[in-house]
DNA sequence: TCCATTCTTGAATATGAATTCAAGAAAATT
DNA sequence: AATTTTCTTGAATTCATATTCAAGAATGGA
C-alpha cells in the first residue's frame, strides 16, 4: 500500500488553528505553519490541498470543540441562569490569561473575510445560529425555573447575547480589565431580564 | 518653488479610508487604492510614505469624521436618551444600506492588527475612550433628567454600550435583519437601565 | 523667456510568501 | 527480499504585490 502517513491529521489542525487564531489568515505564514505544526510545506500541501483549504479545515475545527465546549457548559447546570453565568465566567478567564486573548476565530475570520467567500460564509452563520440556539435553551429553562418571566423573547434575548460575546470577542484584543469585563456581562444579565 | 500638487490630499484619504475599509489593510492593493484615488504609485508614495503611512493616516482621518459625527449625534437633542437613541437609529440604517454594511473601519483594524502596533494601538485607544465618554456624556444627562436612576454607573454603562457597539459592528458583516439590529439595541436600552 | 524645483507617470524592480517538484525514505504486498 | 506505492524533505520556482525610478510636465521666480 505504500509508506503510512506518519502525522495526526487532527493535532495538525489544532496547531494550525492556534497560528490563524493568533495571526489571522494573511498574518499566518506558511513558515510558521510548518513550524508550528512540524510539516514539510509539501506534507501540508499533500494533506490539505492549499492554504484555503487547510485554512477551512481548521476553522471547522475550531467551530466543532467551541460549540461542543460551549453547549456543554450552558447546560452544565440545570439551572438556566447558572449555565450563562458560568458561560461568561469561563469566557472572561480565557479572556485574560488564555487562548481568548486573541479574540475568537470566528469573529476574527468574520471580519477579515467579510462575506467574501460563501463557503466560510455558510459556516459562520451555522456556527452563530448554533451558539444562539444553545443560549435561547438555556434561557427558556431560565423561564421554566422562574428564574426569568415568562414573557422575556428567547429568540431575542438569545441573538442580543451572541452580538454581547461578539462585541466582548473584538474588546478582548485591546487587553481589557477584569472590572471592565465583568461590567459588560454584568449589563448583559440585566438587559435579558435577570435580576442583578 | 517648483510645480504645485494637483491633488487635494484630504480627498485622497477619504477615498482611500473606502478601500480600506470595505477590503481590509491586506485585501486593499495599490492598484485598487491607485485607481480609486486617481493618483500613481509615485504620487502616493511621495505623499504618504508606503502604504502602512497611507493606512495610518486614512485611519486617523476615518476616526475623526466618525468622531465628530457620533458626538453630534449624541448631543443633537438635550435628552440624553434620546440623543442615543438617534446615535443607534443611524447606526442601523447604515448597516442595512449604507458604508457599515461593511462593519467599521475601527473594529474591522483592531481585529486585523490584533494589538501588534504600537501606533495604531494607540489610536485605538484613544478612539474608544473618547466614544465612551460621549455616551457616558448623554448618559448622565439622562440621570439629571430624571430618564435613569441615580444609581446608573454612567462609566460602567458606556462601556457595555461601547461593547454592544463592537457587536453590532461585527454582526454588520453578516447582513441582519432590521429586526435583528433593533432587538439588539432594544435589549441595550434596556440593559442601561432606561424603560421601555 | 529660461531656469530651478517639485510633481506626475507608469513601466521596471524588488520583495516576500505561496506553491511545486525531484530525490530520498518508509511501509506494505507479493 | 524485491517491488511498488505513498509519504517526506527542503530547495527551487512562481506569483502577487509593494515599491522604486528615470523621464516628462507643470509651476514660480529671475
Chains 1, 2 share one sequence.
Not at 485574560?96 to 471580519?111: A, F, M, P, Q
Not at 451558539?131 to 442580543?160: H, M, N, P, W, Y
Not at 480589565?177 to 448583559?188: D, G, K, N, P
Request: charged content about 25%; aromatic content about 8%; hydrophobic content about 45%.
Amino acid at each position: 500500500m505504500g509508506r503510512i502517513r506518519n502525522f495526526d491529521r487532527d493535532a495538525v489542525l489544532e496547531s494550525a488553528v492556534d497560528v490563524f487564531w493568533e495571526r489571522g489568515y494573511d498574518g499566518a505564514g506558511m513558515q510558521e505553519i510548518c513550524r508550528v505544526t512540524g510539516l514539510n510545506p509539501g506534507s501540508v500541501y499533500a494533506a490539505f490541498g492549499d492554504k484555503h483549504g487547510l485554512f477551512i479545515e481548521a476553522l471547522k475545527s475550531y467551530m466543532a470543540s467551541m460549540s461542543r465546549e460551549t453547549i456543554a457548559r450552558l447546560n452544565s447546570n440545570p439551572s438556566g441562569r447558572a449555565g450563562i453565568a458560568d458561560y461568561y465566567a469561563a469566557l472572561i478567564e480565557a479572556m485574560l490569561d488564555g487562548k481568548r486573548r486573541w479574540g475568537c476565530l470566528v469573529t476574527n475570520s468574520i471580519v477579515e473575510f467579510a462575506m467574501n467567500d460563501p463557503q466560510i460564509s455558510e459556516a459562520f452563520q451555522l456556527h452563530l445560529a448554533r451558539l444562539e440556539t444553545a443560549l435561547s435553551g438555556a434561557i427558556e429553562r431560565a423561564k421554566q425555573a422562574g428564574e426569568l418571566s415568562r414573557d422575556v423573547d428567547a429568540a431575542e434575548a438569545a441573538v442580543f447575547l451572541v452580538c454581547t460575546t461578539q462585541g466582548l470577542n473584538v474588546l478582548a484584543k485591546t487587553r481589557p480589565s477584569r472590572r471592565t469585563l465583568e461590567a459588560i456581562t454584568r449589563h448583559a444579565f440585566t438587559a435579558v431580564g435577570f435580576k442583578a
